[in-house]
């Protein structure tokens, strides 16, 4: 499978947890073996990616509540949700958990958040 598209670091950290077990068999080909380690190798590259994904939208979340307070507006009280609390509702979603209101609110790619 494409390292892309692994889409959270638990996803990412069971499939190297899944290699971790595949290459401590020692009935394993060097071939197999080569090949699970250059897929480890792109998994790394992708936990990396999403990584700096996520330092982005912090990034965009603190600007964006920065702003806010130079404008005497309360950010957490604006009804709209900021990119990492969209990650976070996204990810909670998909762990079939129901998603927390976000504490960090600001402006979600221009749209209000629904109530």
Known sequence: M???????????????????????????????????????????????????????????????????EALGVDACDSGRKTGSAQFDDAEGAADGAAAEPALDAGYQTGTPASA
Do not use: N
């Open 2 to 68: 494409a390292s892309d598209s692994y889409d959270t670091f638990e996803a990412v950290k069971s499939r190297l947890d899944e290699i971790v077990d595949a290459v401590s068999d020692d009935s394993l080909s060097l071939d197999e073996a080569l090949a699970l380690y250059e897929e480890a190798v792109g998994l790394g590259l992708r936990a990396g990616d999403l990584l700096e994904e996520r330092i982005e939208l912090q990034d965009a979340d603190e600007e964006i509540a920065d702003d806010a």
